[in-house]
């Protein structure tokens, strides 16, 4: 078995300065970028994605699956794409919420040191439009926008000894986070979803998520394009799991 055409075009544009595994793996790398190069990114009625949105998936996702490695290697091939380096920041700062600090600090720490490699200045700007004073209001209100009316009192609602987890969430998941400039809400609801279909065992917040994202655009043939581009990243069985979820969730609207 070859390379083909496709892979090796694929290859050229977006890992240039990469053999990967071609010089001490070459079997498995003919199999592997055959698939991620080729079939994958050209398969007929999945392949809705251009080629930034489907880089901003794929980074979340390798994030997701503590893929740091391959994260290094392909934060470039995101950029070439189109991916902003704000972009990629603001994925790289929302996952704190969903992996915590433990997870998401060494994806920080990679990523600092690609845009540094491409002359990016930092720190960038900052994307934060809250205060202290209204991170909870603006957190809330980001909830309902996603999720609908029923969030307007989430924070306060629970028994009383957790209900500070759920004011947590809204001020600091949502407020601090997802108030941020640099992604919409849309796109962050899409990595939100690649984050935890990633991680695997969290399937009733995936499909909570999933329906958060129809509820924004994001339709079932969307997360299904998503869900495809990033399996060669997180194997069969986490994304089978994302697409049952994504059935699931379908049913709820």
Partial sequence: MTITPAAEEYHRRFFPDSEL??????????IIENFAFDE??????????????????????????????????????????????????EITYQSVAYLGIGRAYPFIVALNDVLRAQGVTLPLPSQATVTNDDRREKGTQAQVDIFGDRMKNFY?????????????????????????T????????????????????????????AAANMRLGNDRAFLISVVSQCLPYIGYPRSLNALRCVDDAARMM
């Fill in 21 to 30: 595994l071609r010089d001490d793996d070459p079997d498995l790398a003919q």
């Fill in 40 to 89: 994958v990114p050209n398969e007929p009625g999945v392949n809705d994605l251009d080629d930034r949105t489907r880089y901003m998936a794929i980074l979340a996702t390798l994030i997701g699956a503590q893929c740091l490695t391959e994260f290094r290697g392909i934060a470039p091939a995101a950029l070439t794409a189109g991916v902003t380096p704000i972009e990629a920041k």
């Fill in 182 to 209: 640099g992604l919409d809400l849309k796109q962050r609801e899409m990595i939100t979803f690649c984050f935890i279909a990633a991680q695997g065992g969290c399937e009733p917040q995936l499909t909570s998520h």
């Fill in 156 to 180: 306060k609602s629970g028994p009383e000894e957790n209900r500070h987890i759920n004011r947590w969430l809204a001020a600091n998941c949502f407020g601090d986070y997802y108030t941020r």
